[in-house]
């Protein structure tokens, strides 16, 4: 059974407006949580975390905010970029413990 | 920057051959990691090396084995490769030393190799 899952499979977005990708996990022991991005016949780059202590990190156009309670984190992306379409991966880790758990992608497609 | 390379972008075997996937890292890092991509599934951890010659089983290590001879270098084996193993295959790369707030280190992946078992 998978702990992290991303349940919209795709997004479409107009340039301009907010992104927002979700993730849910069902293990309570997750401590830290990551989204990458990957473009086609390129590897997975990182693009933010957040630690379990926190509800909400912030860089550029990007924020995840994360409720423990509810065992959910999005993705805020605003404003949307053409360059912004990919596939977007969260991952979880606990005890800083380096083996990721991956959901399953969500693909991102900002028209212009 | 940091640099992970994969030995091949595109590889066709047949059912039952042996094979080789190789990754090499040019940043020093301990930890190396093998997944496999499949679509819906997300990324799944293979094999995962902390070390030299160490190495410790992810999600899905059925069919698989690894070596890490070097520090740079983690191959990925299939001993007999069969139609279920037809995927993406990603190397990445970490430091030991924790990442930002604590948590794990970032890591570096290379560009994959898509590998086709017919």
């Known amino acids: 059974d998978q702990q992290v899952k991303q349940n919209s499979p795709s997004l479409s977005v107009q340039e301009g407006r907010i992104s927002i990708l979700n993730c849910d996990y069902t293990?309570?022991?997750?401590?830290?949580f990551l989204w990458y991005k990957k473009y086609p016949a390129e590897g997975p780059t990182f693009l933010i975390s957040?630690?379990?202590?926190?509800d909400k990190n912030e860089d550029g156009r990007f924020t995840v905010f994360l409720n423990k309670s509810a065992k959910h984190l999005s993705l805020h992306i605003v404003p949307s970029q053409p360059g912004d379409s990919a596939v977007y991966f969260c991952a979880a880790d606990y005890n800083a413990g380096n083996m990721l758990t991956f959901g399953g992608g969500t693909r991102l497609m900002v028209k212009p | 920057d940091v640099k992970v390379t994969q030995s091949s972008r595109y590889l066709v075997k047949r059912t039952g051959e042996k094979v080789f996937l190789e990754c090499v890292q040019d940043?020093?890092?301990?930890?190396m990691f093998w997944y496999r991509q499949d679509p819906g599934l997300g990324l799944r951890l293979i094999y995962f090396?902390?070390?030299?010659?160490?190495?410790e089983k992810g999600d899905i290590p059925e069919g698989y084995s690894v070596s890490r001879e070097k520090k740079e270098r983690f191959s990925l084996i299939l001993e007999s490769a069969s139609t279920n193993q037809t995927s993406m295959y990603l190397c990445?790369?970490?430091?030991?030393?924790?990442?930002?707030?604590?948590?794990?280190?970032?890591?570096?992946f290379g560009p994959g190799t898509r590998l086709t078992v017919t």
């Open positions: 957040i630690s379990s202590i926190k």
């Open positions: 990445a790369s970490s430091s030991m030393l924790p990442g930002l707030a604590g948590g794990p280190s970032e890591q570096y």
């Open positions: 090396s902390y070390d030299v010659k160490m190495k």
């Open positions: 940043m020093d890092h301990e930890n």
């Open positions: 293990n309570s022991m997750f401590d830290y």
